[in-house]
């Protein structure tokens, strides 16, 4: 068999090879005339071949694109986004509180419209646009890729919808269709934790095409915020043929999107209810489940109304909440921040007891001050409590005592185990924005160029100074004394049906603190409660409910001078906002805690006062609610005696 | 005489420094290079979205690392290449053996392993390194021996072996072109026309006869190997979605970020398999062949540096990587256009992918290699 590019038959018998330099020549020559003739043929062939790809994607892009140029003048494939719905949040018990309800909308779809001016200007005729409206959507129009709907006007009345429908002929690119908005029946009540949508912003844009739907919201704060897309879910897609009028010829493909899922909170709306009704501006009361962190209650007063964010908020209601001193928009439950006053003694306490410097049974002279250098620091009892051990130090709430322990311990020991109850940490709530607080350390101090005095220490020992905390983390702090364990505040229960972590109390790790020690400060606090000459025994539950323990705080917002003490100073006569916050912790059942309750009453003189009461009530209102409810388990209500 | 020959290796270019070398590399070829992963970026920043997260900015990345491996491998002289080609042939085997035993599984096909934080398809891999065997058995042939049968069964097994191993995984695809690729090397090295005249023919009376006496699962099996990707319900579903975007594309394109069909999802693994199609949609027929043309430029270098270089195994090198380079664009462009039905194949360069632009950039570093060191001396051919 010979091929014409068979090189010259005459070589091809001989063994140039072995015959010399000039046969390897020669031999050399012959291959590579052969590897050329091939390698051109290969190449040739392939170059061929992508002619080939050429020719088809020229058949298929413009000349049977044809065929789709057609589409694009008479019929067009069109595509549109579904919208899935977005997911609703519930609480403990089931009950809507953010769901979705019905919009209908006119739309304007860019590529179906020769001149979207021509179509907005019929469109005022019949339904008027301000100007603000027109340039809104004339900016859209030219952000937002021409097949993508933007909203004209939202909200309409069925007369508004009828007039556009008599008229579609006059306004090509307009549609009208309905889409979901946001709802928050319990209103202002949940509005700090559930938070609230709003459309969203250039920023927003993180690559979801959802993002650029008419009439999509994002979560702008709280649960909305945190889980929002968890809510969004995923957007679907259809694909459709219109005709050059924007009528809808038939369907050609869909896509299904993924609805958004449901996020159940922990908090009892009605609970919640219930306890906004009693508070005034200023208050917030926090409820934990002890055993597990679960936020039952959150409580701040004054509120706002998230239903207002949906339509967009008009200015003067912005400029109306942004002035008001009363702050609507923050949650002092957990932005609001505070000394702990004495509600700080157990950590003071327990910082002494665990570096050793004070023992259960150290007894102190209490003369009702300590003096230092030149300096007087007064116990609240001017004319002194005596000797008393550390278990009556709490529940008297001795400040010479604290002063005392905290001197010995030094304030980088009660940092820490201020750390370790959550004070001035991130406990990772679901709302976005929550505060961390400041708990005061040597190097903090140092840190600002100034020295950390013995003093400092002394005035810190009883939760007054530099300290910045969160009725959450004070609620916090009670939980974790009462149940020796880091437990977490927390609202999401379940997402989609799925129970979410943190529900079971092994879940969470022990603090590493001896019982013995926290046994002591647990003894204190029902002494506070339940004693004869504790600070807050008017609080105590009824006998048929349990037995709570607690602890008071109070806490100046004014340096009060000597002068001023000489002169007999009383915090009643001072303006309002110069009197002191009223704090109060406390865990109840004491013998099987089941719940952790912080109150702080902004200027409200005296936490035995103002305070406890309000967590008595909130306490007595869980009871009630939970005792029928299968969930938390209530202890039979036997107010067991301490070991002495 | 080839041991004392081949140890010589006295050549002009021996004492060349790095930086002689660096001067020799075609730098306007690596610019070419640059353009058209440049394209991969704008495909990809419109792939994700409008953003260079989550696939161009990696690739750019990647690109970059390749870039440097690419030159650090050109300066490589060619003949140390050669000695490390059998070293590199073992190493695909076995990763391919590898693969096998613990091999990640996807889309039902053993395919790639965990290095690190790569992903690495030895199946890619092997393509170059059995360019790299074939070319080292091949080197000194001289137009005799490639006539001996004998001699020509052993590199038969080489492209048999790995072939097998890929069917194995099972991905026939990148098997049939693993085998395309021996078969061009074994072409272009001069093996007699009628053997493989004579092996089509079998091939082709073969093939129809085997699938008419299939049972009906097994053609079924058969299908989905050629397109792994297919289910049967959705057959088809992929090529009938791209079609529209390339011929809603039309001449100019719908513009960039423009394109319907990418960016609302209807097109499947827009980022990767049918990146071709994106570009199609959003730049018309004008961008999809200014895209198809850099390609084709990338291609004639390769077959000009095969027809520059003085010594057979450079030769069949670039013939063989040039071969490997047009199958990837030819099966792509093909599969999107819905010219055949073999699914799976990127675009190299261009479709986002780690482990695809590490081995391609590695085959073009061997062809630089090999242009770098055109003029580099081997043994002269024997019988």
């Known amino acids: 068999m010979r091929f014409w590019w068979r090189p010259e038959s005459g070589l091809g018998s001989g063994k140039p090879g072995g015959s010399g330099f000039r046969g390897v020549r020669r031999e050399e020559e012959r291959r590579r005339g052969v590897f050329t003739r091939r390698a051109l043929l290969l190449g040739a062939g392939q170059l061929g071949l992508f002619g080939f790809l050429g020719s088809r994607l020229y058949r298929l892009q413009s000349e049977e694109g044809e065929r789709y140029t057609t589409l694009a003048e008479e019929n067009r494939v069109s595509a549109r986004l579904i919208p899935p719905p977005r997911g609703r949040v519930l609480d403990r018990n089931g009950q809507v509180v953010a769901g979705n309800r019905l919009n209908w909308r006119a739309l304007l779809v860019a590529e179906q419209t020769q001149d979207v001016g021509a179509t907005l200007e019929t469109f005022s005729r019949i339904v008027p646009l301000t100007e603000q409206e027109r340039a809104r959507i004339e900016r859209e129009v030219r952000r937002r890729r021409r097949f993508v709907p933007v909203a004209v006007r939202e909200f309409l009345s069925w007369e508004d919808m009828a007039r556009i429908e008599v008229n579609a002929p ?270 005061p350390t040597r190097a903090w101090r140092q840190a600002q160029g100034k020295p950390w005095n013995l003093g400092d220490t002394i005035v810190h020992g009883i939760g007054q100074g530099f300290y910045q905390i969160t009725p959450l983390q004070l609620a916090t702090m009670a939980a974790r004394l009462a149940t020796g364990r880091a437990v977490q505040p927390h609202l999401t229960r379940s997402v989609g049906g799925k129970p979410a972590r943190g529900g079971k109390p092994e879940e969470w790790p022990s603090l590493g603190i001896p019982d013995r020690d926290l046994k002591l400060m647990r003894e204190g606090m029902w002494a506070v409660v339940n004693e004869p000459g504790g600070t807050a025994l008017g609080a105590r539950l009824p006998a048929s409910l349990g037995v709570m323990a607690g602890k008071t705080g109070s806490v100046q917002v004014r340096r009060v001078s000597r002068e001023q003490r000489e002169r007999g100073y009383k915090a009643e006569n001072q303006p309002r906002e110069w009197r002191p916050h009223a704090l109060f912790v406390a865990f109840a059942p004491y013998d099987n805690p089941l719940y952790a309750v912080s109150v702080v009453v902004e200027h409200g003189m005296s936490g035995s006062g103002a305070a406890a009461p309000l967590a008595r009530d909130a306490l007595v209102e869980v009871f009630n609610r939970f005792r029928a409810a299968p969930g938390p388990r209530v202890a039979e209500a036997s107010p067991a005696e301490p070991r002495r | 005489m080839s041991v004392t020959y081949e140890r010589r290796l006295l050549t002009r270019d021996r004492g060349a420094g790095l930086l002689q070398k660096l001067w020799l590399i075609p730098w306007s070829f690596v610019l070419l290079l640059c353009a058209v992963a440049a394209v991969g970026y704008v495909a990809l920043y419109s792939a994700g979205g409008g953003s260079p997260e989550p696939y161009a900015a990696k690739h750019a990345l990647r690109f970059g690392f390749g870039l440097v491996l690419m030159l650090s491998i050109a300066l490589v002289d060619i003949r140390l290449i050669a000695r490390l080609a059998w070293l590199g042939y073992a190493a695909g085997i076995a990763l391919l053996v590898l693969v096998l035993l613990h091999g990640n599984v996807g889309k039902g096909a053993q395919r790639w392993i965990d290095i690190g934080p790569l992903q690495l398809q030895p199946s890619e891999l092997m393509k170059i390194m059995l360019v790299l065997g074939l070319a080292a058995w091949f080197q000194r042939a001289s137009w005799e021996r490639m006539g001996n049968v004998l001699f020509l069964l052993p590199p038969a097994l080489m492209v048999l072996l790995p072939v097998g191993l890929i069917l194995k995984q099972p991905n026939l695809g990148t098997a049939l072109i693993t085998g395309m690729v021996g078969a061009a090397v074994f072409f272009a090295a001069g093996t007699r026309w009628w053997k493989f005249a004579l092996i089509g023919a079998g091939v082709a009376v073969a093939a129809p006869i085997a699938y008419d006496h299939l049972h009906d699962y097994q053609r079924a099996r058969i299908t989905t190997f050629l397109d792994p990707e297919s289910d049967p319900l959705g057959a088809g579903y992929n090529i009938i979605q791209s079609k529209i975007a390339l011929g809603s594309g039309g001449l100019w394109g719908k513009g960039f970020l423009q394109g319907t069909q990418g960016h609302l999802n209807f097109l499947p693994e827009k980022q990767t398999d049918f990146i071709f199609t994106m570009i199609a949609e959003e730049f018309g027929l004008v961008g999809a062949l200014t895209v198809l043309g850099l390609l084709s430029l990338v291609l004639m270098f390769c077959f000009a540096v095969a027809l520059r270089c003085r010594h057979q195994f450079g030769r069949l090198i670039a013939v063989g990587l040039g071969t490997n380079f047009f199958l990837y664009v030819f099966v792509n462009v093909a599969m999107v256009t819905g010219s055949i039905p073999v699914g799976g194949v990127p675009l190299p360069l261009i479709s986002h992918g780690g482990s695809a632009m590490l081995t391609t950039m590695l085959g073009f570093g061997l062809l630089l290699s090999v242009y770098v060191h055109r003029d580099a001396e081997f043994g002269a051919a024997q019988d």
């Open chain 1, 170 to 439: 006059d306004l090509p690119g307009i549609l009208i269709d309905v889409g979901t908005t946001r709802l928050y029946p319990e209103g202002e009540h949940l509005s700090h934790l559930v938070g609230y949508v709003a459309p969203p912003a250039e920023r927003d844009m993180d690559g979801d095409p959802l993002l650029e739907l008419p009439g999509i919201r994002v979560g702008r704060a709280g649960i909305e915020r945190h889980h929002d897309l968890l809510l969004r879910g995923r957007a679907g897609a259809v694909q459709l043929e219109v005709n050059a009028v924007g009528r809808v010829i038939r369907e050609l493909d869909r896509r299904e999107g993924v609805p958004g899922q449901d996020v159940q909170i922990s908090v009892d709306a009605e609970l919640q209810k219930t306890l906004r009704g009693r508070i005034e501006e200023g208050t917030s009361v926090v409820v934990l489940d002890a055993r597990n962190g679960e936020v039952l209650a959150m409580a701040s007063q004054p509120s706002f109304d998230p239903n207002v964010f949906n339509a967009g908020v008009s200015a003067a209601q912005w400029r109306e909440w942004t002035r008001n001193r009363a702050t609507p928009l923050i949650n002092k439950a957990t932005n609001g921040l505070y000394a702990p006053g004495s509600t700080f003694k157990m950590i003071v306490g327990l910082a002494g007891l665990e570096a050793r410097v004070v023992t259960p049974g150290d007894r102190v002279f209490c003369p009702g001050h300590l003096d230092l250098g030149d300096t007087r620091f007064h116990c609240w009892q001017r004319h002194g409590h005596g000797s008393l051990d550390l278990r009556s130090a709490v529940k008297l709430s001795c400040d010479v005592y604290f002063y005392e322990v905290a001197k010995r311990a030094g304030i980088d020991r009660i940092a820490a185990m201020a750390n370790r109850f959550g004070l001035g940490t991130d406990l990772e709530i679901e709302l976005p924005g929550t505060r961390k607080g400041l708990v």
